[in-house]
């Protein structure tokens, strides 16, 4: 009756796959990007998969949104002015809503085709886009980040796809150049950073390249989402040298936002222990990070 859809065959985490049951496809298409699929999935609602890889699920997408976002957002004490690259979604821009600090939320998503679909099928997620403070930029985010006005941003997200697609270049050094630039000082960067399970060498090479471009702290920090290979992934926060940012213990913590109503839909994931607790690394980590 109903197909199972095998993922994660793929170079990024050769030997290993993850089923997920199909109730019912909801989209088929391809961007001149990526192929995007979209189907209803019989325990995890509905999944968004591009390139063959599950981007998110309406269950544990809470996870990854909330943490990629409040991670950086409650390190600074008032953050003003926030780039999104990547985050077609609208999950990012939903939880970004939270923060009544924010004066202007710029995204620079590359994919249109993205955006429409998720409108259509993750009402939920793209509810972000109706923010009054979201401005939509549609293009590649290194030529955006390139042209962007030194010191403009009190933190930036890269909510990122995996680096062997459009999200190629995320993972270099002059990208990370553009994105130091373009922060205040003290500024923070939040970085999708893969699995601790599975890419320690990817990890490893982001680190220091991050290290020697942010004079400020640098962090590797991870939770759990089951639907992405390993069932964990991680993130990179950096600080731009200027006032002091202390990733582990947040100055700006989230139960005080008013706004977590406002973006339809109240905190799932996030609190300030599970912020604290995310910086808390596995003994091979630390080993193989080179831990700081
Ligand atoms: N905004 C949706 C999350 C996009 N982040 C990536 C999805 C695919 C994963 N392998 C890595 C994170």
Redo the contacts with the bound molecule.
């Keep these: 009756k109903t197909s199972k859809v095998q993922y994660f065959n793929n170079p990024?985490w050769p030997g290993e796959a993850h089923s997920l049951k199909v109730e019912k496809i909801l989209y088929q298409g391809k961007s001149p990007y990526q192929e995007i699929l979209v189907f209803e999935s019989s325990t995890y609602g509905n999944v968004?998969v591009?390139d063959g890889?599950?981007?998110?699920t309406e269950k544990d997408?809470c996870a990854?949104?909330e943490m990629?976002t409040h991670l950086p957002l409650c390190s600074i004490p008032s953050p003003k002015s926030v780039l999104v690259v990547?985050?077609?979604?609208g999950?990012?821009l939903r939880e970004i809503a939270r923060h009544s600090s924010v004066e202007t939320i710029d995204i620079c998503e590359i994919d249109q085709l993205v955006i429409d679909v998720c409108k259509d099928f993750f009402p939920q997620?793209s509810i972000g886009f109706k923010d009054p403070r979201v401005r939509l930029h549609v293009g590649d985010a290194v030529d955006f980040l390139r042209n962007a006005p030194e010191g403009k941003y009190d933190a930036i997200i890269v909510?990122?796809?995996?680096p062997i697609g459009p999200a190629q270049e995320l993972v270099e050094k002059p990208f990370f150049q553009t994105i130091a630039r373009a922060l205040k000082p003290g500024g923070v960067l939040c970085n999708?950073a893969?699995?601790m399970w599975l890419h320690t060498h990817l990890i490893q090479d982001m680190l220091s390249i991050c290290r020697e471009t942010f004079k400020g702290a640098v962090h590797y920090a991870w939770t759990s989402?089951p639907t992405?290979?390993s069932g964990v992934?991680g993130f990179l926060l950096c600080a731009k040298e200027g006032p002091v940012v202390d990733f582990l213990s947040p100055v700006n913590p989230i139960e005080k936002l008013e706004g977590a109503m406002e973006a339809g839909r109240e905190i799932r994931f996030y609190n300030s222990q599970i912020h604290r607790a995310a910086f808390v690394l596995p003994t091979f980590v630390r080993r193989e990070l080179g831990s700081h």
Excluded: A, F, R, W
């Design positions: 990024m968004l591009l890889i599950v981007q998110l997408e990854y949104q990629v990547g985050g077609g979604d999950g990012v997620l909510d990122s796809s995996d999708q893969e699995s989402v992405y290979p992934i």
